[in-house]
């Protein structure tokens, strides 16, 4: 079983920027594309970004292309959302997710797919 904890979160104004940690433990990540998702009050979750096990893919929802980076490092069991130029539309609970399946090659976007979540982190941007 792995638990993941995301820190980070907090308030930012529009066009600033906030990075999001999240940390691995219990068992390594390392084997497992991770991603992030977000939930904002009255929406369904939706993924944000996601990384393969071994970094060779990223992929992005549209509206947050050109602003996040995702990236992980697996000798410290952690993955990071870098966002930049925050817009209000980005304020939500963004959580922390393993892939169920190993080594999957192609990032998946279904929050099903998804086996761990992390308790989640309020990201709260303002105009």
């Known amino acids: 079983q792995v638990r993941l904890v995301e820190s980070g979160g907090g308030l930012a104004q529009a066009g600033g920027s906030l990075r999001l940690s999240c940390a691995a433990s219990?068992?390594?990540?390392?084997?497992?594309?991770m991603g992030w998702f977000r939930q904002a009050p009255g929406k369904e979750r939706e993924f944000v970004a996601g990384?393969?096990?071994?970094?060779?893919?990223?992929y992005y929802v549209d509206s947050v292309k050109g602003r996040f980076t995702i990236s992980r490092d697996n000798a410290k069991n952690t993955v990071i959302l870098q966002m930049n130029n925050l817009k209000p539309d980005d304020t939500a609970v963004y959580y922390c997710?393993?892939?169920?399946?190993?080594?999957?090659?192609?990032?998946?976007?279904?929050?099903?797919?998804?086996?761990?979540w992390g308790q989640g982190t309020q990201v709260t941007v303002s105009s």
């Open positions: 990384i393969t096990w071994n970094s060779g893919t990223t």
């Open positions: 997710a393993a892939d169920r399946k190993p080594l999957r090659m192609v990032i998946t976007t279904q929050a099903t797919d998804f086996g761990s």
């Open positions: 219990g068992r390594s990540v390392m084997s497992s594309a």
